[in-house]
């Protein structure tokens, strides 16, 4: 009983985070809750039944658990540039205090956010940004930044080649800004003598969908024949390439393999690729942790609507977990550096 009520002080003052005080209410816009209610935080992602986002959720979910705030998530079966607009719609009927999303597109969507902003609703975006349309929400949380990915790919892809031969990206979407910002960096890095006999000769898009990503690689096999490296920067993508690869026998060692075989390498998470860094389908990929970038947005917001927080350029931001974060341009936070993963470490990680 005694432990019990040590406790006590402690789950109020828990829970005292996701309460607005009567007098934080009194300046507040209209649709945020009442005093004494729980702040609702809702996620949406760019499309369902994606391991990558399933991370980024659990992340969102165990910092509102963890503040003592309702969350929920819900996401549109295809990423189309379009297909969250009536979910944004439906959560602004919910009175959600929070609509956190990555963005299917940098400027389709500016409508609707607008729409529950003028309700009240706070908008962050997290994984994807409204790029050049920032003004549509209060701030954002993001992969290491795309300098840093778009060079660390084409510096993966091109030690493992021997920087040269003919290479090729699979992607996403052509919506997706992240996908865009990643892509312009590695084709800016690809113009560095180091990377002279490297030569990009086609990017395609699977539409974060299995089938058609296994369609398009499958496809560049096909029409490239001296193809000798492929980046594709989606989690979805490089599971079904992998996949594709392994059916093929063309990668290293494989038994329809060309020469040294075809390279595949990207971005996603360590329990998708296990299997094929381990039987040398794939050497290695990267990614950073997509649930610390869920707990970061989640804790981020929480202080935002709380009023304990304005985001601004150089301004700090001490998240319980993963401690001192500081915004940067257009009020974005970029989390920790890039893991490169392959047979010596794969076994340690479990996401």
Not at 50 to 57: A, E, H, I
Not at 187 to 197: T, W
Not at 269 to 295: C, H, Y
């Amino acid at each position: 009983m005694r432990k019990l009520l040590l406790l006590l002080p402690i789950a109020a003052l828990v829970l005292a985070a996701c309460q607005r005080p009567a007098d934080e209410l009194k300046s507040s816009t209209s649709g945020t809750p009442t005093a004494g209610q729980k702040l609702k935080i809702v996620f949406i992602p760019k499309n369902s039944g994606n391991p990558y986002f399933d991370q980024v959720s659990a992340g969102f979910e165990e910092a509102a658990k963890a503040a003592g705030c309702e969350f929920t998530t819900v996401a549109p079966a295809k990423g189309d540039a379009t297909s969250q607009i009536p979910i944004i719609k439906e959560q602004i009927q919910r009175k959600v205090d929070v609509i956190a999303l990555s963005a299917n597109s940098p400027d389709a969507l500016n409508v609707v956010l607008d729409e529950a902003k003028a309700a009240g609703i706070l908008v962050v975006t997290v994984d994807s940004d409204l790029t050049r349309n920032e003004s549509h929400r209060e701030a954002c949380v993001l992969s290491p930044d795309a300098k840093q990915i778009g060079e660390s790919q084409v510096e993966l892809l091109g030690s493992q080649i021997g920087y040269e031969g003919d290479i090729a990206i699979l992607s996403a979407t052509h919506d997706a800004p992240n996908q865009n910002a990643w892509i312009a960096v590695m084709q800016e890095a690809l113009k560095q003598p180091k990377y002279a006999k490297m030569k990009l000769v086609d990017t395609v898009y699977g539409d974060d969908q299995p089938e058609k990503s296994a369609t398009e690689f499958e496809a560049l096999l096909s029409k490239h024949s001296n193809l000798r490296g492929v980046i594709s920067p989606t989690s979805v993508g490089l599971a079904a390439a992998a996949q594709a690869l392994e059916t093929s026998g063309k990668f290293p060692g494989g038994p329809k393999a060309s020469g040294a075989g075809l390279f595949l390498t990207g971005l996603s998470t360590p329990n998708q690729l296990k299997k094929f860094v381990e039987g040398g389908v794939i050497q290695a990929f990267q990614l950073w942790s997509p649930r610390d970038m869920g707990v970061l947005c989640c804790n981020v917001a929480i202080a935002i609507k709380q009023g304990k927080l304005t985001p601004g350029d150089g301004v700090e931001f001490d998240d319980p977990k993963l401690g001192k974060q500081k915004f940067g341009t257009n009020n974005v936070i970029n989390i920790s550096p890039l893991t490169t993963f392959d047979k010596s470490n794969i076994a340690n990680f479990d996401f």
